[in-house]
T-cell receptor
Framework: AQSVTQPDIHITVSEGASLELRCNYS??????LFWYVQSPGQGLQLLLK??????LVQGIKGFEAEFKRSQSSFNLRKPSVHWSDAAEYFC????????????FGSGTRLLVRP | EADIYQTPRYLVIGTGKKITLECSQT?????MYWYQQDPGMELHLIHY???????EKGDLSSESTVSRIRTEHFPLTLESARPSHTSQYLC???????????????FGPGTRLLVL
């Protein structure tokens, strides 16, 4: 069965520090890949997505993610975190043959120290 | 980006009441979805629709029902609310990409439901 693993439940970084959130997936073929962010009490906002092509994807708010097929990973990065980045981050995959079925990881909560 | 609206944003209701959660989108997307999310947990698909008069159940079993009479509107109904229905409900619609299967889902702000 397809699955998405976000191994870090919580991550705390200082403002201005770099950030990497990990995401691994289990699927037979390369799926479509997404990162969403959810602020408290809000819905999900799309940060970036990977369908094909360049494996380094740029998103909104200064985020980027790199798809590594050999590691089945799609880690999210930001070079300098701002206090407003504190939120819950969800990685999601959609199998190419049933792309409507987004499968979500359990999320990583980012805390930012002043 | 899709403009997706959900009402109410918060709802506290007693056991046994019938409730309808509203979801509307203004982008003309054919596909729409309902997800259930418990606090601090991942999202689970409970219903989806490919278009008008099309509805399907998702992976997570739910006692709720949905309808799709208009493209822009995808309401979710609970005939008799119970405390176990307490959760956050997120509506989404998807934009189809240039190639088959390349869909991007955009989410509404969610409805937080508390059943007493």
């Amino acid at each position: 069965a397809q699955s998405v693993t976000q191994p870090d439940i919580h991550i705390t970084v200082s403002e201005g520090a770099s950030l990497e959130l990990r995401c691994n997936y289990s699927y037979g073929a390369t799926p479509y890949l997404f990162w969403y962010v959810q602020s408290p009490g809000q819905g999900l906002q799309l940060l970036l997505k990977y369908f094909s092509g360049d494996t380094l994807v740029q998103g909104i708010k200064g985020f980027e993610a790199e798809f590594k097929r050999s590691q089945s990973s799609f880690n999210l990065r930001k070079p300098s975190v701002h206090w407003s980045d504190a939120a819950e981050y969800f990685c999601a995959v959609a199998p190419m043959d049933s792309s409507y079925k987004l499968i979500f990881g359990s999320g990583t909560r980012l805390l930012v120290r002043p | 980006e899709a403009d997706i609206y959900q009402t109410p944003r918060y709802l506290v209701i007693g056991t046994g009441k019938k409730i309808t959660l509203e979801c509307s989108q203004t982008m003309g997307h054919d596909k729409m979805y309902w997800y259930q999310q418990d606090p601090g947990m991942e999202l689970h698909l409970i219903h989806y629709s490919y278009g008008v008069n099309s509805t399907e159940k998702g992976d997570l079993s739910s006692e709720s029902t949905v309808s799709r009479i208009r493209t822009e509107h995808f309401p979710l109904t609970l005939e008799s609310a119970r405390p176990s229905h307490t959760s956050q409900y997120l509506c989404a619609s998807s934009e189809v990409g240039t190639q088959w299967g390349q869909e991007t889902q955009y989410f509404g702000p969610g409805t937080r439901l508390l059943v007493l």
